[in-house]
């Protein structure tokens, strides 16, 4: 096993530095099965990070035998650049379920000599052909959907159908016409050999079992499996994780049953509670500290869950702040404009928005809440949608070879027809980029598209988020509103079963955790001409009728005072702001806005406490600046 040796650069003792007792307990947790249920903001990320250096340095595990398993390819990302601040003596394998599956079906097939399938493109236009005549008038969405519920719940067509309308499934198709387009779907991917990323889990499972030599290689090459986001695992995927871990387990999971919000794609959070089949001891902690929010932030969301009789173990440890925001809106119109309003305040900072977001709780209205903010000289961030977006990935998944996918990229590129935040711009950076892990063997459009599918990390344009609950996962801001929290939308019309009412509890929860210091919440009275009101699991509310009162002038006086500057904050700002002007790069490529904050908040700062909040690596470069900047400021107060 490699290691640093003395571990100069990072330390056993370095790597506790800045946890509390409930993280260090999980950091410094035996090998085994250790279950840590980790609640919003008490930063799990961190643990999972400070897990794997902690025992390379501690000589309990080998880097290049750590596999941390993500739900998004964002995630991954994030925990990858993060682990390059420890800079250990080898490389942990990081990504997404799929993006493993993949990496493992490529490698054992290539070995082979066998032909490698490649992620479809279209599935819609793949479903549509399966569908032929008989499909005219039917939802192909829904039927793919109903399609990826019986996959992810390893069940057949039929049986998966039936679970569906059962747990309240939208639409569900006839028996007779599913059954027969599932199938024929099947036959036409194996025949055009492309494969679903569920696909990619099924394979794996089916080849793990039938060839013992595959699984033994695999457990071999991925010695200690962490897994992130736990909850939100479905029993296709819990297969997969069983079958990497073997009989002889070193598995460190950690999840959040409260935010567990993913039920409509076959999630099961009983499965990170009871993690059916594996039959070993099991040593369960809890980080219950959140460090993102304010306790006015926690406590709202913690009393919305309790308005559906769930309990959160979550505590701020940070100081008092704004209390939260509520507002009632007589309908749509006022809403917007009530929105507006805020906006603008959000935005007042720094101009951009880049940390604040609004967040609803269905597609459709975040739709309508971008068209009325980009017209009003708001910058509204991309969501990577649209015809454009698509036509782009189109485009480069359609070219045949490695030659035509750098021309393709360098003519949009290297040429001045496209500015860098168009689709076109987006999709040729990240050709480059995939060409550029790809250095050696032949490659091609469609390998591209299952790359894309499985490994790209899109970075974020400027301006304010809009972002349903369930896209907001994982994400925080200073600042949010929460736009629409009524009666039909939360808990959404269509959760008619106890069980889903608690999962829009739990949305609800998700949502109000994402505001670190400021949380706006709005609703209407009625809304496309109905009835609506607020919502019921809004806490501190009473929803019999609520009167608008003018309010005392004592409480005129102080709304209308400047809120407190923060000058240590101004100071780190400043000071981002000058070197992102020398580096020509963007002040978050600097540091991010949280961990500014975060600095900010130290109530005495060192180099050691600058390190732990942003890394060894930008600590060595950057303490001494920040100290003094942050001296300046306190000797101006």
């Known amino acids: 096993m490699r290691r640093v040796d003395p571990p100069t650069v990072v330390g056993a003792d370095a790597l506790l530095r800045g946890l509390d007792t409930d993280q260090r307990a999980a950091v410094t947790a035996p090998p085994g099965v250790v279950v840590v249920r980790a609640g919003a903001g008490s930063g799990k990320t961190r643990v999972l ?6 025992r390379t340095v501690s000589d309990s595990s080998d880097p290049d035998r750590t596999l941390a398993i993500t739900f998004t390819r964002q995630a991954a990302s994030e925990m990858r650049a993060r682990l390059r601040e420890f800079d250990l003596d080898g490389a942990p394998m990081i990504g997404t379920m799929h993006a493993v599956a993949r990496r493992l079906m490529h490698d054992h ?41 019986c996959v992810s719940r390893r069940e057949d067509p039929a049986t998966g159908l039936a679970t569906w309308r059962d747990s309240g499934g939208r639409r569900p198709p006839s028996e ?27 394979w794996a499972i089916e080849t793990g079992a039938s060839d013992r030599r595959f699984t033994e290689s695999i457990r071999f090459r991925h010695r200690h499996i962490l897994v992130d986001e736990a909850q939100d695992m479905n029993p296709l995927q819990w297969e997969f994780v069983r079958m990497l871990a073997g009989g002889e387990p070193d598995l460190f999971m950690v999840g959040d049953p409260n935010q567990a919000i993913y039920a409509f794609n076959g999630a099961d959070r009983a499965l990170f509670e009871t993690l059916p089949g594996l039959d070993s001891p099991v040593h369960a902690l809890s980080l219950p500290n959140n460090y993102r929010c304010t306790p006015e932030i926690v406590g709202f969301a913690v009393a919305a869950l309790a308005k559906d009789a769930q309990t959160a173990d979550a505590v701020s440890v940070r100081t008092s702040g704004r209390p939260v925001a509520l507002h009632r809106c007589a309908d749509e119109d006022q809403e ?40 009003r000289g708001f910058t509204v961030r991309d ?70 599918a499985t490994s790209s990390a899109i970075g974020d344009t400027d301006g304010i988020e809009v972002l349903t609950f369930h896209a907001a996962k994982g994400r925080e801001w200073h600042s949010v509103l929460v736009l629409g929290a009524e009666r039909g939308l939360l808990p959404h019309s269509s959760a008619k079963r106890p069980e889903a009412r ?34 019921p699991l809004l806490p501190w509310l009473e929803t019999r009728g609520i009167t608008a009162e003018e309010p005392v002038a004592e409480f005129r006086r102080i709304a209308s005072r400047a809120p407190a500057r923060d000058t240590r904050l101004e100071a780190i700002e400043a000071w981002r702001a000058g070197r992102a002007r020398v580096a020509r790069m963007s002040p978050d490529a600097v540091i991010s806005s949280r961990k500014m904050r975060d600095i900010a908040r130290l109530e005495s700062p060192t180099t050691e406490s600058i390190a732990s909040v942003a890394g060894e690596a930008f600590a060595a470069r950057f303490a001494d600046e920040i100290l003094a900047a942050l001296s300046g400021a306190d000797t101006a107060d």
């Open 49 to 54: 990070m400070r897990r794997i250096a902690w």
């Open 109 to 149: 097939l290539r070995a082979a000599g066998r032909r490698i399938p490649v992620i479809a493109v279209d599935r819609h236009a793949i479903m549509s052909t399966a569908l032929g005549d008989a499909g005219h008038g039917a939802n192909i969405d829904d039927l793919l959907a109903v399609h990826d519920w």
């Open 176 to 202: 007779k016409l599913f059954v027969g387009a599932v199938a024929q779907y099947a036959s036409l991917k194996r025949r055009r050999g492309v494969v679903d990323v569920n696909d990619l889990l099924v």
């Open 336 to 375: 917007f404009e009530r929105m507006r309003r805020t906006v603008h305040q959000f935005v007042s900072g720094d101009g951009s928005g880049n940390d604040a977001a609004i967040l609803v709780r269905v597609n459709s209205l975040a739709e309508s809440v971008r068209r009325y903010l980009s017209p």
């Open 383 to 452: 969501p990577r949608t649209g015809g454009a977006w698509n036509r782009a990935l189109r485009t480069a998944s359609s070219l045949t070879s490695r030659d035509a996918l750098s021309t393709w990229s360098s003519d949009i590129l290297d040429g001045s027809e496209y500015s860098p935040d168009e689709p076109e711009s987006v999709v040729a950076t990240e050709v480059r980029r995939f060409l550029d892990e790809q250095r050696s063997g032949a490659v091609d459009g469609r390998a591209f598209s299952a790359w894309f």
């Open 502 to 535: 608690s999962e829009e509890a739990r949305l609800a929860y998700v949502a109000f955790t994402r505001a670190s210091d400021r949380l706006v919440v709005t609703w209407t009275d009625g809304r496309d001409g109905h009835a609506t009101g607020p919502s």
